[in-house]
């Protein structure tokens, strides 16, 4: 039986890829695509924010069933705003400590549901060793000590210094936790000019060293975090140089095992990404400022909490770059209609949508007003052999009925799936709002990226990415990202308990 190797490049996108094989460059994953499966999109979660997505790949279900919503979301249980550390700017606000235990403690082991087993958790009961290098979903169940570098430390005042995670038994979180190698500490890039190790040569040292020093697990997840910044920074269409130096990072692997071709006689290899971006508008116009829209609201900001009995607040802003949450901290049912009439005036926001009733959904177009409510169950079939039923203007999320009764979905694909695992995903009334293409964001705590590349939105532009698969058949006709969890186990022959 194969090992299996997943690859995973922060905000790959599919267009851009395609032209960089075409023009036959990036050459491991070159010889990837032509001796495996090359799918051009596969489809994302919503929001296509990276701890959504990495949490649906490693679960193999949405967010309605893995619970973790977004980068930042309105946490009822303990009435506070959760924030991975989207800016600086929030993570002075908030405290580095809090931020530091959110990303690294609480996202692993509380925001994601411990009901639902991850792939790490699955194959090792299943008998079968796993790893995780630098990937942001991690829960497995052998204990590790985490070291958190001095300059972190220092800036929590050594209140976060060690702590005990649970990760597969084999885990490399940059500097915070790192196999047993000799000479580890100058070989690999670290310090806070390289993100503690969270970087792709990082990454890619890591992985190689465990196949040279034959630690390789049964299954090892590499992920390069690198080209998400880049293409902020520069847009998503010019991000070729960055997808070429993960790359590289994929051939110093594969040069380990003596030939490329040994190296897919004994695995399999995936290479896929957790999201996409798309091109954000340089002008002040493409920020959509919530703060100003919803000024009439009193709203919660992140360093507060909603208290019992005594609740002045009535609007959580919960801004995820392209899309955002408002939830609704009162039981005042005249909120919810003031709010989307707000938001349903300004043509920039793409969908407004919100649960109206058990199994009753409602989603509005930005602009023209137009409605458009679903359920699940009924006449209609989408491709993935889902039923629905619904009532009003299709085109709000750009789908349409084929022949009699077959829903397909435009530019916005999954549309119904995704809205309602948004919606779903954990408990609180909320509003989600998707931006159009060009447009993001603006709120207290949101990152912004003029000119440059965003995402987190509906729109298949951030919501699809590319996928390789060689070492084995495959055949996924309409890919989704929860599909490579239960195609891992398949290979070990294992089923999900999901």
């Not at 779903?424 to 159009?436: C, D, L, N, P, Y």
């Amino acid at each position: 039986m194969k090992k299996v190797i997943l690859f995973v490049v922060d905000s790959l996108h599919p267009s851009v890829l395609g032209r960089i094989l075409s023009e036959g460059n990036a050459p491991a994953f070159r010889f990837l695509a032509k001796r495996g499966t090359y799918i051009d999109r596969v489809t994302s979660s919503f929001p296509t924010m990276t701890p959504v997505a990495t949490s649906s790949m490693i679960t193999g279900t949405w967010p309605d069933r893995h619970g973790v919503p977004g980068f930042i979301w309105y946490n009822e249980e303990i009435r506070k705003i959760v924030d991975y550390g989207a800016t600086w700017q929030s993570i002075l606000k908030i405290g580095l400590e809090k931020v530091l235990r959110n990303l690294l403690l609480k996202l692993n082991q509380n925001h994601l549901n411990p009901e639902t087993p991850t792939l790490y958790e699955e194959l090792e009961a299943g008998g079968y060793s796993a790893g995780n290098i630098n990937f942001f979903m991690y829960r497995g169940t052998n204990p590790s000590l985490a070291k958190v570098p001095f300059p972190l430390a220092l800036g929590t005042r050594f209140r976060l210094h060690q702590e005990d995670v649970l990760g597969p038994s084999h885990l490399t979180l940059g500097q915070l936790v790192h196999p047993n190698f000799s000479g580890w500490t100058t070989a690999y890039p670290r310090g806070p000019f390289h993100r503690f190790g969270f970087n792709d040569i990082f990454s890619g040292r890591i992985a190689a060293q465990l196949v040279r020093e034959g630690q390789q697990p049964d299954f090892m997840v590499v992920y390069f975090p690198d080209n998400d910044k880049y293409s902020h920074q520069h847009g998503p269409l010019r991000s070729g140089f960055s997808i070429e130096r993960a790359d590289q990072q994929v051939v110093s692997v594969l040069d380990e095992f003596g030939s490329w071709e040994r190296a897919l006689e004994e695995n399999v290899i995936i290479v896929t990404g957790d999201h996409a971006q798309s091109t954000v508008g340089l002008g002040k116009e493409y920020l959509i400022d919530l703060d100003c829209a919803l000024k009439a609201f009193k709203r919660l900001k992140n360093t507060e909490e909603v208290y019992l009995g005594n609740n002045k607040h009535e609007i959580a802003i919960c801004p995820n770059e392209r899309m955002a949450f408002i939830y609704l901290l009162q039981e005042n049912d005249e909120i919810l209609p003031e709010v989307v009439g707000i938001l349903a005036k300004d043509p920039r926001n793409a969908q407004i949508a919100w649960k109206v009733s058990d199994n009753r959904y409602c989603v509005v177009q930005g602009g023209t007003e137009k409605q458009l409510f679903f359920s699940r169950t009924g006449p209609y079939q989408d491709v993935y052999g889902e039923t629905w039923s619904y009532e009003g203007a299709l085109t709000v999320v750009d789908a349409q009925v084929m022949g009699e009764q077959t829903i397909e979905f435009g530019k916005f694909p999954d549309a119904f799936n995704r809205l309602i695992s948004a919606l779903e995903a954990r408990s609180g009334r909320r509003i989600a709002v998707s931006a159009t293409l060009g447009y993001e964001y603006f709120a207290i705590g949101a990152p912004i990226h003029p000119g440059g590349g965003s995402h987190g939105s509906l729109e298949i532009e951030d919501s699809t990415v590319p996928m390789i698969v060689a070492g084995m058949p495959v055949r996924l006709d309409h890919a989704r990202i929860i599909d490579l969890c239960p195609m891992i186990l398949n290979n070990f022959g294992l089923r999900s308990r999901v």
